[in-house]
């Protein structure tokens, strides 16, 4: 079925290779041949192999229950092999088991191994695809089948929802009843949880407003003052999700000897199985007895902001999202707690016409009719064209793409050379004192070729490396001179080569 994207965070997806029905998900169909025909050779990447219906079933459906959901950007099919003819010559996509709309709709050609390659105009997100598949019968097909199903997709990973959890002390075991003050109270800590190097076996909690992560210590101040507790609670529970968490809350005063309305402070704090933590102030002095809030990590102090500018008392909501896996740094947001992940994104190249991707550090040519986010996920890198594979080439465009975030100007530092640089020098040894070549020297770095003349620049050789010209036959080179004793030559720079120094020495 359709399901609510927003409910999701999504990310790259690649196509899993299957050998049975169940890989990922389940693969279905109405109908299956005898033999071997399972619906699942649809999708094990053998062109050799096919899923097809018994005969005389003109009309079956091909159901894949997806493993997580999926948002479908371009689905390609291709038709199972004949003559002539196309087997399956009708196709129409639904994402509910009753097939009640129709989202994609397509023919194959009329050859054998057809393709048919279907694109929204924009992404689905559902849990299930449903092909609904027609023989072409008036060309006498008595079944349907498929030789490949490719979905180009993003997968979907459930967001965490703490909602439900927030503003209530139900089921929360108690750590404290009872009015405390100056006392400190250690509890267990979320498995794995890390802070500032170090995992935090053991959280403690200060009647005075601090937390402390895996040491005794004032890391987190909220309203940090000679405060009280009345109450303090723990729940180990886990999201929707599937992410772990640890929820704290404290209810209590700021002023230890003044336990009265303007001085009340309730707060929740959320550890969660990611790393990443939430604070949801709910209540606030409306007195100026508000202490100092803070965090303390990695001898760095963060202030805070939790006050009420309003003098209402009201709260406000924090959180922390871990920038390491060690928890020394943190990306502080004044807002609910949202685990929006990375959106996917992909760079292309167009160069004369012609779109590239890169793969093993080289260049690719992809065919690419139409620049769609599809063909982004199919065929984009997801690093920027490294220097070296742009500067050879003539006014390249590079193209991003990303399913969500900021738009934000691409940009890249490249180091440009002339490509390649050529340095003349022309060598008249027509002098009468000059009898021979003894030696020939150079002091140069990089790839430096190197192309000579012996006829006045008429014609010049085939390059060859600096280094092994270098090693020519000083008396042989000297002798090939025509009669006007002149030696031309180009020192051809690659890239970032460069020549400081070159010297002939003759025999006079």
Not at 85 to 97: F, L, Q, R, S
Request: charged share 20%.
């Amino acid at each position: 079925m359709l399901i609510d994207e927003s409910k999701y965070n999504w990310s790259r997806w690649a196509q899993p290779i299957f050998d049975s029905d169940n890989t990922w998900g389940t693969v279905s169909a109405t109908s299956v041949n005898a033999g071997n025909y399972a619906a699942y050779h649809a999708l094990d990447g053998n062109e050799d192999t096919h899923w097809k219906s018994r005969d005389a079933v003109t009309n079956a459906q091909f159901e894949w229950v997806f493993d997580k959901p999926l948002k479908i950007y371009r689905i390609e099919l291709v038709n199972k092999p004949t003559g002539s003819i196309h087997i399956t010559k009708a196709v129409e996509v639904y994402a509910d088991e009753e097939m009640t709309e129709v989202l994609l709709s397509g023919e194959f050609p009329a050859t054998s191994k057809g393709k048919c390659a279907l694109e929204p105009e924009q992404p689905f997100a559902c849990d299930r695809l449903i092909l609904n598949l027609t023989s072409d019968a008036s060309a006498g097909v008595k079944y349907v089948g498929l030789t490949s199903l490719r979905i180009i997709a993003e997968i979907g990973e459930e967001k965490t929802v703490l909602t439900p959890f927030l503003n209530t002390s139900e089921a929360m075991n108690v750590i404290s009843s009872s009015y405390n003050d100056d006392g400190t109270f250690t509890t267990t800590a979320l498995d794995g949880f890390m802070f500032n190097g170090i995992a935090a076996a053991a959280l403690y909690i200060s009647s005075n407003l601090w937390f402390g992560f895996g040491a005794n210590a004032e890391q987190l101040k909220v309203m940090r003052r000679d405060a009280c507790s009345t109450a303090i609670y723990r729940q180990l529970g886990t999201c929707s999700n599937g992410l772990e968490f640890l929820k704290l809350r404290f209810e209590g005063y700021t002023v230890y000897s003044n336990r009265v309305e303007e001085n009340r402070i309730i707060l929740e704090l959320f550890l969660l199985g990611n790393n990443d933590m939430f604070l949801n102030v709910i209540q606030t002095p409306t007195s100026s007895n508000t202490g100092t809030s803070e965090l303390v990590c990695n001898n760095m102090t963060t202030p805070l902001n939790l006050i009420d500018s309003t003098g209402a008392g009201g709260g406000t909501q924090v959180s922390f999202y871990h920038q390491d896996e060690g928890g020394r740094t943190w990306n502080i947001i004044y807002a609910m707690y949202e685990n929006t992940g990375a959106f996917s994104f992909g760079y292309l190249l167009q160069q004369a016409g012609a779109f590239y991707t890169v793969t093993e550090n080289e260049l690719q040519e992809v065919p690419i009719q139409a620049l769609t986010a599809a063909m982004f996920l199919k065929y984009g890198c997801e690093e920027i064209p490294a220097p070296e594979l742009l500067t050879p080439l003539s006014n390249p465009h590079i193209f991003l793409w990303k399913a969500g975030g900021e738009d934000t100007l691409l940009k890249a530092t490249i180091k440009a050379y002339p490509y390649p640089s050529i340095i003349s020098s022309v060598v008249d040894m027509s002098h009468i004192s000059i009898l021979g070549i003894k030696l020939m020297t150079a002091q140069f770095s990089g790839d430096v070729g190197l192309c000579q003349s012996l006829d006045n620049g008429e014609t010049f050789s085939e390059e060859i490396p600096l280094s092994e010209w270098l090693n020519t036959d000083p008396d042989e080179l000297y002798n090939s001179l025509n009669e006007t004793k002149i030696l031309i030559l180009h020192f051809v720079l690659h890239d970032n080569a460069t020549i400081s120094r070159f010297k002939i020495t003759y025999i006079n």
